[in-house]
């Protein structure tokens, strides 16, 4: 292994007189500093679509989404392996933390040594998974959404949304940005964020951006003891939505209405149906997996009023493509 980042204590592997490896290898650690400075939407865009196409022929592991200490602080474990290589990602929020001028969330991937089963390389991703994030987005934007399609709504003002944005207006040819908040000033706020970075935005209400939107990203932490941030009758057809917050059982952004009108997609079907937004679907719901559309194994739009809507409740293998690829880019190899 060649690195670049900082090393620590040494592990050292059995003997090699019962045939075992007898190599002595330090574990890596790959700080957010590191990370957050190798990280672009070109990157994670191809790891994304290296990650879905895995998906197809692939084993994926669904996420395990449970609470801290206290219930208001939760994390998700992401498994997964491909033929070479094995990770587990642990994605942490924490919403006291904005009291210690830290961000709410939080990522780790550990790398696994795949020769002796033991932690190969620690990345700290914090920033590199919101960049992960937005680009599961992209990548469904790019193959579900009109090629023409040029106005945008997000739903969310926080950390994610921004992302969002920047990873969706790779892909198409975005030229206004609509933002929704659960207040006018966050949603201002946003706006003047987004326009400091190039962007055409401006705030406006939830009715308005559904009704003018062809792309229309939820990005928010709403649950299902709360009003869905829309009404269903007023997405217009043609539309494709992204559902990038529903990621634990009871989270919910949309009405359960739209799925009668919508072709849904999403990253894996059994955990879509158990904690993405497909949870509050009806039960005759088709689910049909990004991946398979992305090899041309299945349709995604098929017509030009097709409302089309992606589920990401996020896999554990857009995590280990997007790891590799840091390494890569850094010139490491496990």
Known sequence: MTATGSTTETVSAPSSGSGRPSTARGLLHITEEETAALVDEELALSAARAAFAATVDGTVFPSLAVHGSDPRNRFTLKPSASATHAAVKIGTYWPGNTEHGLPRHHSTLLLLDQTIGRIAAVLEVGTANAYRTAAADALAVELLARPEAATLAVFGTGHQAAYEVRAVSRVRPIEEVLVVGRTA?????????????GHAARACGAEEACARADVIVTATTARADTPPLFEAGWVRPGTHISCMGADAPGKRELPPELFGRTRVFCDLPEQARRMGESQHAPT????????EVLTHRTTGRTDDSDITLFDSSGIG??????????????DISL
Do not use: F, H, I, N
Not at 185 to 197: F, I, K, Y
Not at 284 to 291: E, K, R, Y
């Open 317 to 330: 293998l857009q995590d280990l493509y997007l790891g590799l690829a840091l390494l890569q880019k850094m």
């Open 284 to 291: 005759a719901t088709v689910l049909t997996p990004l991946g």
């Open 185 to 197: 000033a966050r949603a201002e706020r946003m706006a003047a964020t987004l326009t400091s970075q």
